[in-house]
């Protein structure tokens, strides 16, 4: 949950201000980290809703979870290097509160050192013949992982894990065969024109193959690797203080502050084009139709670029070796100003090609609706919200709420007789935003009960009395479903407005975040990134939580993610449940559910793919668990068989098809004739809705409410 920070309080700022504005401006990026580490610190102590004390206690658990964030597989440290580490454990207190980077360096510095020798080694290791017969095994739970004792051990444990990718990748290929094999044949069978062009590999050449991909793969993450700035590896280092009062306080470089306003935003000032990266290039993927990219008719996807020009009067940078995000970084600006990108063409021709930037929109972060057709002839609108996006700098940016309201006019013109809102995956956005969408839906009311680090208590309300839906609803979520998703959800189930249906619980992430800008309180004109930081938990309007509980569905059907470890629930740092006195409201219907529920349940207790899906998924789990895997290649392929003949027993799984029939309304049918990346993505939307067995459901739970 996002909240925008309000600074009329400013009385709340005083002690801090008071300790920061003591810096001078930062003369280089060492200074730069120790003013970002004392005020990191001043911020979480004075305006974090659950404060910790700055203690040993506290260093021990920051040592560990960095180590868990830079080296998780415990794959470039030696134990000479943690005996080494070990007596700064009790440190970082002390190193966080007086802007000491010994640390910092220390490690970093030894993890860049330790990159390069095992850069070094897996060269080496690939210029000599690879075995895959010995009777070795990789440790795949790094929890059960030891660090290497010394260089010899760690050159083991790099051979066992190229040999695991190269098995891996092996196997790949042996499934694109079969694949492409069976596609022939059935091509061949039904007199299709045969387009596949099948080579059969034999074993040597796919190990081959595979061993090329595999050393290209890790020359390309080395590199990439070691390309990172020590700014982002300082990123790194202080979420580890941060995440440590809890999983959603981090701190954000100047870059991700931006990244972050972008995708909260839904739009960008550029040109409107993807950039991807392979093995140390650059190319353009998709362009945005109606965008610079698009409309200068010279550039395409799958363009490979050489240099970017990001300012008239500065020198074009070659863009070969550039990271993505370089690149992005170079390619956005200001609006109206230019770009220039040289290109290589696929027949190898070279372009320059000049752009101006523009806003573009990046439709996948907005809502996005179907009208759906059932078995009866019955017609159901189906809206699916990504996010509860807001623009807070812009009046006239789009939000979540208006979005919905566009697309619940759109359905109620196509005469829909009830709504499915889809809140799968949807991690949450604004506060504010769940108050208007309850206006959309229901009368006026409380919707959220929102509790500071002292205590006090404040009442959200929606003041809109005159929603546009008042049929039946159906709202569906899942385990990722966050924040202001399980609000919205919660808002439904408690005033009896419709059905929550889907997971057992959703993502349990009750707690409030806003963005504090470093340089604020420091006199400097630098930019020293923000603090997200938790300031508030939020309360349902029956006093409860939904901190690590999440909202429970009326209507409960297990899937994939209900079978590992999703939640909050499952973060140590995460903060605590509780509860609080309920705030009065009235209920918008006496509509007793019970029926419908008991409908569903007896539905799945027979429902035969429902069953199947919880066998495949648990059969899933017992995979996840396993904690070593064989190297050698007779052993490795047999476990694979053994694995694709149990997989063939739910291959059912993925010809499910709902039966449900799928209408875009008129203007995206007529957008369709003319944009084909616009149609793909129609066109994809809808082949997964019809394999969506959750989405039939909630089709078959909102018929029956009256």
């Known amino acids: 949950m996002f909240k925008k920070m309000k600074l009329n309080t400013l009385f709340l700022f005083l002690p ?37 004390p700055i203690n040993d206690a506290y260093s021990k658990e920051v040592y560990k979870h960095y180590f868990e964030m830079v080296d998780p597989a415990k794959r470039y440290f030696l134990q000479t290097d943690m005996d080494e580490f070990a007596k700064y454990e009790t440190k970082l207190d002390d ?12 490690t970093t510095d030894r993890l860049l050192q330790r990159a390069d020798e095992i850069d070094a080694m897996t060269q080496e290791i690939f210029k000599s013949p690879i075995n895959l017969d010995q009777d070795e095994t990789f440790i795949l739970e790094a929890k059960n992982k030891k660090y290497p004792k010394d260089k010899a051990e760690l050159l083991t444990e790099w051979k066992k894990y190229v040999k695991y990718n190269i098995l891996q990748e092996m196997e790949s290929l042996n499934a694109k065969e079969k694949s492409q094999k069976e596609l022939k044949d059935s091509l061949q069978r039904n007199k299709l024109k045969d387009t596949v062009n099948l080579k059969i590999l034999t074993p040597e050449q796919k190990r081959a193959k595979a061993t090329d991909e595999v050393k290209d ?15 982002e590896w300082f990123s790194r280092y202080m979420n580890a203080y941060t995440e440590v009062f809890d999983p959603h306080s981090n701190y954000f470089s100047p870059q991700d502050k931006d990244d972050f306003d972008t995708s909260f935003k839904g739009k960008i000032i550029g040109i409107g084009a993807m950039i991807q990266e392979k093995k140390g290039y650059l190319y353009l993927g998709a362009l945005t139709v109606g965008a610079p990219a698009w409309k200068s008719k010279q550039l395409s996807d799958g363009d490979k670029i050489l240099k970017i020009k990001s300012k008239p009067k ?59 057709t059932d078995a009866n002839g019955k017609k159901w609108g189906f809206i699916n919200l990504p996010g509860f996006n807001a623009d807070f700098e812009d009046s006239k940016g789009r939000n979540a709420s208006d979005d919905v309201k566009n697309e619940i006019i759109k359905l109620k013109e196509l005469g829909i007789q009830g709504i499915v809102l889809d809140l799968r995956n949807n991690g949450g956005g604004s ?52 924040s202001a998703s399980e609000i919205f959800a919660g808002v439904v189930q408690d005033y009896g407005r419709g059905i929550v249906i889907g997971s057992p619980q959703s993502f349990g992430k009750g707690t409030v975040q806003t963005f504090v800008e470093l340089n604020r309180f420091l006199s400097s004109s630098d930019d020293f990134g923000a603090l997200k930081l938790t300031i508030q938990k939020f309360y349902r309007v029956t006093g409860e939580s939904t ?25 140590e740092y995460a903060l605590a449940w509780d509860k609080i006195a309920p705030t009065p ?17 007896a539905r799945m207790a027979t429902n035969k793919m429902y069953q199947l899906m919880q066998e495949s998924a648990e059969w ?59 149609k793909k993505k129609k066109e994809n939307w809808k082949k997964n809705l019809q394999k969506d067995f959750y989405l039939q459901e909630a089709i078959n739970v909102i018929s029956e409410i009256k």
């Open 16 to 52: 801090l201000m008071s300790l920061m504005f003591c810096f001078n401006a930062p003369k280089n990026d060492d200074e730069k980290m120790t003013t970002i580490m004392v005020s990191v610190k001043n911020t979480l102590s004075y305006l974090h809703y659950s404060p910790k």
């Open 95 to 106: 190193y966080l509160s007086g802007g000491d980077l010994t640390f910092f360096k220390l």
């Open 217 to 231: 793969l890790l020359s390309d993450s080395f590199r990439r690797f070691k390309r990172v700035k020590r700014m």
């Open 314 to 372: 500065e020198d074009a940078v070659n863009a070969v070796g550039l990271l993505a995000n370089e690149a992005v970084k170079l390619i956005r600006g200001e609006k109206g100003t230019p770009v220039t990108l040289t290109v290589q063409k696929k027949d190898q021709s070279i372009k320059e090609v000049t752009l101006i930037r523009e806003e573009v929109e990046i439709e996948d972060t907005f809502a996005k609706s179907v009208v759906i």
């Open 431 to 482: 506060l504010t935003e769940v108050g208007d969408m309850m206006g959309l839906f229901m009368n006026a009311g409380p919707f959220v009960q929102v509790k500071d680090g002292n205590g006090k208590i404040n009442t959200l309300k929606s003041k809109f009395n005159s929603p546009l839906w008042t049929g039946p609803l159906v709202v569906m979520q899942n385990e990722l479903s966050a």
């Open 547 to 571: 901190q690590r509980k999440g909202i429970e569905s009326d209507i409960k059907l297990k899937d994939f993610f209900t079978y590992a470890e999703v939640g909050e629930r499952f973060d």
């Open 585 to 601: 409201f009235t209920k918008t219907t006496n509509t007793d559910f019970a029926k419908i529920e008991a409908s569903s349940a």
């Open 620 to 678: 899933k789990k017992t995979l996840d668990k396993e904690e070593v895997i064989t190297l050698n290649q007779t052993k490795f392929f047999d476990l694979m068989n053994t694995r694709k003949a149990q997989i063939e027993k739910f291959k059912s799984l993925d010809k499910f098809n709902n039966k449900l029939v799928f209408t875009f309304n008129t203007d995206e049918q007529t957008r369709m004739k003319t944009d084909d990346i616009f």
